[in-house]
């Protein structure tokens, strides 16, 4: 009888393309700056040459992905993470400088980033491209070679990557699969030198026990409620337009994106009009191209079920007239949905939205805000719109989140500068520009010993310990 174990076939074959990764890395450790500068150019011109194609396969795989969404968040941001490392590498790769004690003199110290080897990426879907390719920026220009595990839900998108990938580069340099419930589990268990998985906070406590057997760190790029609270200085028709930007960019499928609204009691009703006066304006309904849909149709009933639950408990559901979801020939599409005072015990407000729908809650003081964004797990983000400098360093310092924004949202994410990661149960570690590369690397500690002819100064602390030794010991203790 030939019992089939699926789990098995795929681990064998990913053993085989990591091990052949891991042989290529072994014939060279360190890849010169001139090797990962083409390298990173290749990745450019294989973005600029396939634009529609990155287009149209995710709006394939989405039923309805916006073009202009796309275009910003896929390929210009993409190609931007491109052009800052080609442009910062050479500094990256410099042995920095360290301090060295005053009795180790005249030796020196400097630190030196290496790659790590081989190092995987585990890919979500709601960014399938900007999220597996912006890691492979990183992971090259470290020097490094990288399995990447696309999400099934994009499948399109995995099979033009795999393709590009494989016409781009040598089959040695960077590897592509298409995840899955069995090539997942599989995926992490790979004794990696680094592995970053984006996605779900409950997936990723799964991704670092799989890791952990095999000591390989993680960096997790998770989730959570992020929070925007408006304060009372702010206007509240602009905060609103923001709110409701960055709640319905890709259909409110954002990691990043803010998950509830935290108002002055006595302009909710205000805010909550001009969030959906702001949908209104710019989408014409949810038939509207412009509009993404939810990638898939249990995502689309679990975003009502979240609704109708909390519309059960009393919270109250407000939409543009007229607009209400709506699934046609697998397009899932969702309409800005504000929900006004949700119950704490609601799913809504236990879990992360993931989708078009803005809990509203209202406050007198903004000790209520600190202490109920405190009782919670720690935020991927939280956004304050205030002009008001107390206000920010309070929240600044009271609160801890991921990343904190001002006055916008999502644009944290873009500044190739700054380091994007979470905190606690939204994640560990980060990347993106500097702090990208050093996840990558290994940046080793060098100690070098420099003499007078054959003498340094810890030769007086040789053995035999005698009275010279004694003064230099209590001299050294100042």
Not at 54 to 79: H, K, Q, Y
Not at 269 to 276: G, I, K, Q
Request: proline share 5%; glycine share 8%; net charge negative.
């Amino acid at each position: 009888m030939n019992i089939q174990n699926p789990q098995a076939d795929a681990t064998d074959a990913l053993k085989v393309q990591f091990d052949r990764l891991k042989i290529a890395y072994a014939s060279e450790t360190y890849p010169t700056l001139q090797t990962r500068l083409e390298r990173l150019s290749k990745l450019d011109s294989m973005i600029a040459g396939n634009q529609e194609a990155i287009i149209e396969a995710l709006d394939t795989d989405f039923g309805c992905r916006a073009r202009s969404e796309t275009v910003l968040a896929e390929i210009i941001g993409t190609r931007g993470a491109i052009h800052y490392a080609k442009k910062k590498l050479r500094g990256w790769m410099q042995p920095r400088r360290r301090g060295t004690s005053f009795w180790s003199l005249p030796a020196k110290s400097y630190a030196l980033a290496q790659p790590l080897g081989v190092v995987g990426i585990m890919a979500p879907w709601n960014y399938s491209f900007n999220l597996s390719l912006a890691p492979i920026v990183a992971a090259l220009a470290a020097g490094n070679r990288v399995m990447l595990s696309m999400s099934e839900e994009t499948p399109t998108l995995c099979s033009l990557v795999q393709r590009l990938i494989a016409e781009s580069f040598e089959a040695d340099l960077v590897e592509v699969v298409q995840g899955g419930a069995v090539v997942s589990p599989a995926f992490a268990q790979l004794p990696f030198d680094h592995l970053l998985f984006t996605g779900s906070t409950r997936v990723g406590r799964l991704v670092a026990q799989a890791a952990a057997a095999n000591l390989t760190p993680v960096t997790l790029e998770l989730g959570g409620k992020s929070p925007a609270i408006v304060a009372a200085d702010y206007d509240i028709a602009e905060a609103a337009t923001r709110i409701s930007w960055g709640k319905t960019f890709n259909a409110g499928q954002t990691c990043i994106a803010p998950d509830y609204a935290f108002v002055p009691a006595a302009e909710r009703d205000r805010f909550a009009a001009a969030v959906l006066a702001k949908f209104a304006k710019s989408f014409s309904g949810v038939e509207d191209p412009d509009l993404t849909a939810i990638v898939a149709e249990r995502f689309y009933n679990r975003l009502n079920e979240l609704v109708a639950e909390a519309q059960s408990k009393g919270a109250t559901i407000l939409r543009v007239d007229g607009q209400e979801p709506r699934a046609v020939d697998g397009v899932f599409k969702f309409p800005l949905t504000v929900v006004l005072d949700p119950p704490r015990d609601s799913a809504l407000m236990q879990e992360e939205i993931f989708g078009p729908i803005l809990p509203v809650l209202t406050y007198d003081s903004l000790d209520e805000v600190v202490e109920y964004v405190s009782a919670g797990e720690r935020p991927l983000s939280l956004y304050a719109f205030t002009k008001d400098q107390d206000v920010i360093a309070r929240l600044q310092r009271d609160t801890v989140s991921g990343s904190f924004g001002v006055n916008e949202t999502l644009m944290q994410f873009v500044q190739e500068d700054l380091a994007f990661g979470g905190v606690g149960a939204s994640g560990q570690g980060a990347y993106h520009g500097n702090e990208g590369f050093d996840t990558f690397s290994h940046v080793k500690s060098v100690f070098v010993q420099r003499g007078f002819g054959s003498f340094t100064g810890l030769k007086l602390l040789h053995p035999p310990y005698g009275r010279l030794s004694q003064r230099v010991l209590k001299m050294m203790q100042g």
